[in-house]
């Protein structure tokens, strides 16, 4: 029935496997928080910026020399969109249904059944069954945190291209 992992060895006892996987779940838990926050707020300030400067954009003179300040104007919105983009696949629940045989975290097999199931399984729980669970848990945690961070430093470094761009276009139309 279970598709996790085997523990690797025993517990020495001394309660170490514990106390690490706590703290990482702790420190995982909140840089995650940490990106989403600061993603909301990349969103926020992009795509405020995009749509401040949308109507340039679409009133872009028409004249000889125009077409590169249209072209610029457009690369512009671009730049700012791309950044709101990568913010809001930051803050994209990353979450499925696990492919691992888990008791842990919502979006877990064990949980999509009837609750008499779900009672049934956590009956067979062992130590070393929910050690291992738990080490499977912090993976995903660690994978999520990756890729959010992964997707917010592209918002971050998108956002001051932008505004350059931005200030530029406001000097040049």
Known sequence: MSDATAFPGSSSGD?????????EQGVLQHAISVADAKATFVLTISLGLAVFYLPDVLV?????DSLGRQLFAVVTELILLGSGAAAFFTVLPRVSSAASDTTIAWMSKVFLGTAPDFIDRCSEITLERLRVDQLNHLYILARICREKYRDLRLALWLIPLGLAFLICGKLLL
Do not use: C, Q
């Open 60 to 64: 872009a003179p028409h004249g000889a």
């Open 15 to 23: 309660g170490a496997l514990d106390k690490y996987i706590n703290y």
